[in-house]
């Protein structure tokens, strides 16, 4: 990692966290609800997706502050869907990030509240929290696309049809299919609105789209892969799980050799189209490095 990407993903980190924690130990609601909703926000994480928000707008040199509050809306979706995949209806997992679970800690009932509270408020962050500069037509945009990225067609969709694949052999393309709406759909929001934010034009929001799709199916490869050669103490969480529940992963359909090749294939199809935009590219092209290197 490169000193100024390694600066950029600290600096960035601290002030999404100093804005996140703050917005919700404001909010006027019961404590052991609050307590939940802060435990699993402040278990740690690397932040990529409110990173992304801010890394689109310092590719086109604007303000990255009016994109705060929209990366933090997103971590808020992020994390109430951890929340609800750890339960025992769904993965079932007892540590997160190293940490127990939220329903190991607060029990299942607050552990589901808790998550719908951050999925919920997540939308009024964005309704209320922009700066003046952002147009109304702006925020509902930003707004549309986190519905279309969270919901049914996209991250909630893709959460479904990979629980329905389970002990079952899927086809590389369904594959992809529930990947890129499980895992990329909220990474394409993040990469999305911060051009958004950032006015660029609808062929540069539609090349990055393209560019955000082949970063996430590239980020689940990476999940796939260290779930078989990854470190549990970096990891937080289990290791080799997708195997204990048959789940049809990259290295399965296509060898573990060849998920590496098919990893490669999309980092590198992500910074082409990158290269094709005016913009600063530099940073973009070392988040992608980033994504598909990373050991945790």
């Known amino acids: ?3 100024s990407l390694n600066e950029f993903l600290t600096t960035r980190k601290k002030d999404i966290e100093e804005y996140l924690f703050s917005y919700v130990h404001e909010l006027h ?6 307590s939940s909703m802060l435990y699993s926000l402040k278990a740690g994480g690397k932040r990529l997706r409110p990173i992304l928000v801010l890394a689109l707008m310092n590719a086109y040199g604007k303000r990255e502050e009016d994109g705060i509050p929209v990366g933090c809306a997103v971590e808020m979706i992020h994390t ?18 190293g940490k127990p679970t939220n329903h190991k800690v607060y029990g299942e009932a607050t552990a589901v509240l808790a998550g719908d509270a951050l999925l919920t408020e997540s939308f009024r962050l964005i309704s209320s929290q922009l700066s003046g500069d952002i147009s109304p037509n702006q925020k509902l945009r930003i707004i549309d696309e986190l519905v279309k990225s969270a919901g049914a067609l996209g991250m909630v969709g893709g959460q479904f049809d990979d629980m329905e694949a389970e002990q079952r052999q899927v086809s590389l393309d369904e594959l992809e299919s529930i990947h890129a709406r499980k895992t990329g759909k909220l990474l394409t929001f993040s990469v999305t609105a911060g051009a958004i934010l950032a006015g ?18 590239a980020f689940q490869i990476r999940d796939d892969i260290l779930d ?52 600063e590219q530099q940073l973009l092209h070392e988040l992608c490095d980033l994504i598909a290197s990373r050991d945790h």
């Open 80 to 97: 109430y869907s951890l929340i609800h995949d750890d339960l025992p209806c769904m993965d079932d997992d007892d540590l997160r990030r």
């Open 29 to 34: 609601v019961p404590e052991n609800l609050k």
């Open 200 to 217: 660029a034009s609808d062929d540069d929001i539609e090349k990055l789209r393209e560019f955000s799709y082949h970063i996430g199916i």
């Open 228 to 279: 078989l050669e990854g470190s549990e103490e970096k990891i937080g969480k289990r290791v080799g799980s997708d195997t204990a529940n048959e789940k049809s992963t990259y290295p399965s359909l296509l060898t573990l050799s060849g998920a590496k090749d098919k990893l490669n294939e999309h980092i590198t199809r992500a910074k082409e189209i990158v290269s094709g935009l005016q913009l």
């Open 1 to 3: 990692m490169t000193s």
